[in-house]
């Protein structure tokens, strides 16, 4: 068509599929004879991408380009340029979406940058973990020495609780006659037979506490001292020794015998009191 006001038309040349001839086939995409107003108001809304955008995109490092923030950059600086958006508190790594343009602004998923920021990321959560589970591990190990001096508070309680039952066992009224008696079973073994009076006898003695100024009865022996003292203490070894000296003829049931206990014993304070009685021959 031709004339004043005829239409400029764009076309769009292509082969057919549908044929055999060889020749392109004309198909007509868009009339645009209006006005000049009108086909300029309509470049001005159009929005597609020029081929010179394309070629400048393609033209790029391996063709592809990563949005971060208002810039299109290349994928391959596109950490770098997230990092310093985030250095200057622009956002969170400061890059909107994970869109690539290739080819003319076509979207795909960006692999590679996706890659990288997870790269980065894991490495900060590592070193968060890292951080973590140092600090857990000083905990579980601040609870084990916790419950160890714990263990060993209990254990010197509970030996402290044996030592003191014990103790209590040890001064029980029962048992301390029952030591007694033994100590004065090996006392009274000690002592020579009658016949045998040419050798002195040692014997330590400790009066019970509370028995003071012990009166003896005409027919006490010494056999009756063993008797009332009951017991044997180690104690007395560091009391002063007070020596009686009983004839051999006359130790145990003589009249000077008795006569020497009353004066070497009664005039005494009995209370741990250690008498050493001493055997010897005229």
């Known amino acids: 068509m031709s004339g004043k006001g005829s239409a400029r038309n764009v076309v769009d040349l292509r082969d057919s599929d ?3 001839d060889g020749n392109d086939d004309v198909l007509v995409v868009a009339n645009r004879s209006k006005s000049k107003a009108k086909s300029s108001r309509k470049r001005k809304r159009s ?6 955008q394309v070629n400048e995109w393609a033209s790029g490092p391996r063709g592809k380009w990563a949005r971060v923030g208002r810039q299109r950059v290349p994928v391959e600086s596109a950490v770098d340029y997230a990092s310093g958006y985030e250095r200057l508190g622009l956002g969170n790594y400061g890059y909107e ?9 076509d979207d795909e998923e960006d692999r ?4 990288a920021i997870a790269l980065s990321k894991a490495s900060a959560d590592s070193e968060i973990i890292k951080e973590q589970d140092a600090a857990l591990q000083a905990s579980i190990e601040m609870d084990r020495l916790k419950a160890k001096e714990k263990a060993e508070v209990e254990e010197r309680l509970k030996q402290q609780a044996a030592e003191e039952e014990e103790r209590k066992r040890q001064l029980d009224p029962e048992v301390v006659a029952k030591r007694q008696e033994g100590v004065r079973k090996k006392l009274l073994e000690k002592l020579p037979d009658e016949d045998e009076s040419s050798e002195a006898v040692r014997i330590r003695l400790s009066v019970p506490n509370g028995k003071t100024l012990r009166r003896f009865h005409k027919n006490d022996t010494l056999s009756d001292l063993f008797v009332w003292t009951k017991a ?11 020596e009686i000296i009983i004839p051999p003829n006359q130790r145990y ?14 005039t005494l304070s009995l209370d741990m009191v250690c008498i050493r009685v ?5």
Request: net charge neutral; glycine share 10%.
């Open 112 to 115: 590679d940058l996706k890659k």
């Open 18 to 20: 549908d044929d055999d």
């Open 97 to 105: 979406g994970e869109s690539v343009y290739r080819n003319g602004g």
């Open 47 to 52: 929005s597609k991408t020029t081929q010179s």
């Open 232 to 242: 044997y203490d180690t104690r007395c070894i560091e009391c002063k020794v007070h």
């Open 253 to 266: 049931r003589s009249d000077a015998g008795r006569a020497i206990l009353k004066t070497k014993l009664g």
């Open 278 to 282: 001493v055997v010897v021959e005229e």
